[in-house]
């Protein structure tokens, strides 16, 4: 029969280490008042890790954290122990942090293509999920030379070409995972978004062409009608000179000249191909302009002043512009000089005159009262030219 001594002494150890607990209370117990803070750094009850760890605050993270990282582990262990680790913050949202733990792994440079591929294509996920579309679809390629029947790695480079629009390249690569496997639902899915987007797309490309052919033929009309008339263009870009404004229609290039000015109207031709011209009337007493849309080029200044002035504009205090006083003034730029208008005069005539020149295809003009102080002022020191009727 065994001897019970040993249990007896046993026994008799842990009453004394009991007895020592009620005469030198234990210090290493938590604090009733912070004991939830110290719970939680406590790793196996941590609700969320720390960025950083301090080796000084959290002692045993930093012991289990050299554990899961130790180097003498094989790449292959190092490089999986990354993953999971990338998963859990992949499942947490925190997709950046998925990122760099992704990428840490495939800086162990494992040797197995199949874990590689797996790192690779996980990134690209949370990459993608970043919205960072470029990047993933850089890493499902390289995924794809490892372990070219990766379904995953597939699936996701064909919604990277979806969102950066590439709808034929995603076509492509659904087409290619449904070699893999016909039934794949996701593939399905994209294939038929990515197929009708194509089809859009083409469609849009083709309506374009045939916007841009038919508006080059308008201009190429407008040109030629500008053309028979004699009338002398400059683009916006043109210099102020003489020489510049005196270049001709023929060196003129249409890239520089815009069918339609900032307010939507554009020069046109009517049914019986007579000029439509956006034309702008400047008031420099008040420092007020009007804008006519489409003033017919057989149309005469005093038909549009009659309409134009038929009620006092609320700007004319005096009740001064009247149709029958107003006179019109167009300027020679290269030579400072002005000439004015006969109202009774077309547009078309004016347009011809040998000193005007079209400024971004609208015609401008300055109406002022005749005899009034303002146009003693103004003209006075100024060359002004009287135009034929």
């Known amino acids: 029969m065994e001897s019970s001594q040993p249990d007896a002494a046993d026994d008799s150890a842990m009453d004394e280490f009991l007895e020592k607990f009620r005469s030198q209370p234990y210090h290493g117990g938590f604090h009733e008042d912070r004991w939830e803070e110290e719970f939680d750094k406590i790793p196996l009850f941590m609700k969320k890790a720390p960025s950083d760890i301090d080796p000084k605050e959290n002692p045993d993270l930093a012991c289990l954290q050299s554990i899961i990282f130790d180097e003498d582990r094989s790449p292959e ?30 800086k162990k440079n ?8 797996v790192l690779l294509t996980n990134r690209a996920a949370a990459q993608y999920y970043l919205g960072n579309f470029r990047s993933a679809l850089n890493d499902v390629i390289a995924a794809k030379k490892l372990k070219p029947c990766h379904l995953k790695a597939i699936v996701r480079g064909a919604l990277c070409h979806l969102e950066l629009k590439h709808f ?60 028979t008339r004699n009338i002398r263009l400059v683009s916006e870009a043109a ?15 249409l890239a520089r000249l815009s069918f339609k000015n900032p307010c939507g109207a554009g020069l046109s ?10 034309v702008l009337f400047l008031y ?18 005093i038909d549009h002043l009659t309409v134009m002035f038929g009620e006092t504009p609320s700007w004319d205090l005096e009740q001064k512009y009247c149709p029958d006083n107003l006179e019109v003034y167009f300027e020679d730029e290269a030579r400072e000089e002005l000439y004015r208008v006969p109202p009774k005069s077309t547009l078309l005539r004016v347009l011809q005159h040998p000193r005007y020149f079209v400024k971004a295809l609208t015609p401008a003009f300055m109406i002022s009262v005749e005899s009034s102080l303002f146009s003693q002022n103004y003209f006075r020191g100024r060359k002004v030219h009287e135009v034929e009727d």
């Open 110 to 117: 494992s040797a197995d293509p199949d874990l590689n591929a």
């Open 239 to 253: 210099g102020e000179d003489e020489d510049s404004a005196s270049e001709g229609l023929g060196e003129i290039s």
């Open 168 to 227: 034929a390249e995603a076509v492509n690569w659904c087409d290619e995972g449904l070699q893999i496997d016909g039934k794949e639902k996701k593939l399905l899915e994209i294939r038929a978004k990515a197929d009708k987007l194509k089809r859009t797309e083409q469609r849009d490309i083709r309506k374009a062409k045939l916007k841009e052919k038919k508006e080059q033929s308008q201009n190429d009309t407008l040109l030629q009608a500008i053309k």
């Open 77 to 106: 262990e190092q490089a999986k122990t990354c993953k999971d680790e990338g998963n859990d913050y992949f499942k947490e949202k925190d997709y950046k942090k998925a990122v760099i733990l992704y990428t840490e792994g495939l």
């Open 269 to 278: 031709l009517d049914e019986q191909g007579r000029l439509m011209w956006p």
């Open 284 to 301: 420099p007493e008040y420092c007020h302009s009007d804008f006519i849309s489409a003033f017919h080029e057989d149309s005469r200044f």
